[in-house]
Each structure stands twice: as C-alpha cells, then as structure tokens.
T-cell receptor, first 114, second 108 residues
Framework: DGGITQSPKYLFRKEGQNVTLSCEQNLNHDAMYWYRQDPGQGLRLIYYSQIVNDFQKGDIAEGYSVSREKKESFPLTVTSAQKNPTAFYLC?????????????FGSGTRLTVV | GQSLEQPSEVTAVEGAIVQINCTYQTSGFYGLSWYQQHDGGAPTFLSYNALDGLEETGRFSSFLSRSDSYGYLLLQELQMKDSASYFCAVRDRTPLVFGKGTRLSVIA
C-alpha cells in the first residue's frame, strides 16, 4: 500500500544540535509539506515543495531547512537556531482526485529537547 | 491572510448526532476540508467540499456555504471511537491552512 513514512517516531535533541527528520512517500505525489503541531494547537506550516528541486517557506520557517532532491523524499532539518523545537512534526503530500483535494499524512515524529 | 474559527471542545452522548462548525476568512477560496486526529496519531482526511451543499460519507457528512464562509461536519450515530480532534482546513492558492481543532468527547 502507498503511504508516507516518517522516521524516527521519537527523537531527542541536545541543545545546540542539528537533527534531520526523514519523510518518504511512494504515492507519486508532486507536492509535499512539513507542519508543526504543539499540544492543543492546530498545524502550522514550516516548508512546502511543489516540485523536485524547489521549495518555499511557510509561516514558521525560521530555524528549519529542507531539501527536495527526489520526488519521494522531503527531509526536514531542525537547526540549533530553532529555539523551541519540542513539538510533533508531520509530513504530508497532497492529492487531487474525484473525492476531492486533501493531504495524506505520515505518522509523525515527536521531537524533544533534552 | 486566512483565519478559521471552530469550537475548542464539544461533548456528546454515544449514539447521538453532533455538529462541528467552522467559519473562515480567506482572500481566495477553493474548498473546505475536514480531518480527524486521535491522540498521538496523525490527521486523516475525512471530506472535502468545493461547492455549496452537503456531502455524505457513511456516518459523516460535511456542509459548505460559500456565501456565508461557513461549513460544518456532522457526525451521526456517535461511537466511542469518534472521540478525537477534528480540524477544518481551507484551500486557497497556498497550502492548506488549518483551524486549531475541536476536541470531541463521546460519553456513554
């Protein structure tokens, strides 16, 4: 079955450390997205990519970086410049079919600063 | 910019019907969608409305009024497993913008 795979499920980061969250999809979707979710909050857009080798900043891009070298992969790096990185990170890709337009999400990565 | 308003919490009895409202403000509008998220899990797509009216998918229905910038999700024959957070999201020319979510608690 097609889907989005995020890894790792849990990640612990030390102060001043960069970490990379993996996101891989086999849905053949062009557009991919990274959202951040804090407890009791909605989803806030970090970065998105509509095509390989191209990406745009979202509402809260500061302290994050991405790459899109392959259609299947959209990794997110949380840099030491991100002062409050503890959150639930969700990767998604978009579909547009007979049932409408929407996102398929990965199972998420829960990042904690220790 | 865009903004969405939905109630933060709703409680309903098992077997009953509940409606979760969503009002939005956006400069452009293509459609309104709904997602379900259980605690600790990822959001899953429920429905998408591009045109006015009611869309039904099993026990779930979603309604849109473009002239009122308003939509709702209707859940019928509530089950305990429906306890989750529900998010509305607006599609315009940019990626989806999500509301803050409504936490639905289904009680016996």
């Amino acid at each position: 079955d097609g889907g989005i795979t995020q890894s790792p499920k849990y990640l612990f980061r030390k102060e001043g450390q960069n970490v990379t969250l993996s996101c891989e999809q086999n849905l053949n979707h062009d557009a991919m997205y990274w959202y951040r979710q804090d407890p009791g909050q909605g989803l806030r857009l970090i970065y998105y990519s509509q095509i390989v080798n191209d990406f745009q900043k979202g509402d809260i891009a500061e302290g994050y970086s991405v790459s899109r070298e392959k259609k299947e992969s959209f990794p997110l790096t949380v840099t030491s410049a991100q002062k409050n990185p503890t959150a639930f990170y969700l990767c998604a890709s978009s579909f547009d079919r007979g049932g409408g337009y929407g996102y398929t999400f990965g199972s998420g990565t829960r990042l904690t600063v220790v | 910019g865009q903004s969405l308003e939905q109630p933060s919490e709703v409680t309903a009895v098992e077997g009953a019907i509940v409606q979760i409202n969503c009002t939005y403000q956006t400069s452009g509008f293509y459609g309104l969608s709904w997602y379900q998220q259980h605690d600790g899990g990822a959001p899953t797509f429920l429905s998408y409305n591009a045109l006015d009216g009611l869309e039904e998918t099993g026990r779930f229905s979603s309604f849109l009024s473009r002239s009122d910038s308003y939509g709702y999700l209707l859940l019928q024959e509530l089950q305990m497993k429906d306890s989750a957070s529900y998010f509305c999201a607006v599609r315009d020319r940019t990626p989806l913008v999500f509301g803050k979510g409504t936490r639905l608690s289904v009680i016996a």
